[in-house]
């Protein structure tokens, strides 16, 4: 069992930035591929970007240039720095893993982008 906790969303005015973090319960090594995805209100649920083992990432066309994926082995985290942000980018955003034994979701930090 593997537990994710997000943190660093809130409320940001256009062009601004944030960085979200999302700490694991244990050492991140073994797993696949760490990402974020993002829900918006009557929306389903997207990937935004996603860093396998290989460190190969990707991300969904809408954020390339604006955000960046990043692993930490040494504190077991996974962050997303974003900028230039949009009101578009308002979402509730969930951390993922995936591992050998399954995959797990954190519970979800707030991102509102609004003047």
């Known amino acids: 069992q593997v537990q994710l906790v997000e943190s660093g969303g809130g409320l940001v005015q256009p062009g601004g930035s944030l960085r979200l973090s999302c700490a694991a319960s244990?050492?991140?090594?073994?797993?696949?591929?760490m990402g974020w995805y993002r829900q918006a209100p009557g929306s389903e649920r997207e990937l935004v970007a996603s860093?396998?083992?290989?460190?190969?990432?990707t991300y969904a066309d809408s954020v390339k240039g604006r955000f960046t994926i990043s692993r930490n082995y040494a504190n077991n985290t996974v962050s997303l720095q974003m900028n230039s942000l949009k009101p578009e980018d308002t979402a509730v955003y969930y951390c993922?893993?995936?591992?050998?034994?399954?995959?797990?979701w954190g519970q979800g930090t707030q991102v509102t982008v609004a003047s």
């Open positions: 993922h893993s995936r591992t050998l034994l399954g995959q797990y």
């Open positions: 244990r050492s991140i090594l073994s797993f696949s591929t």
């Open positions: 860093i396998r083992s290989g460190a190969d990432t």
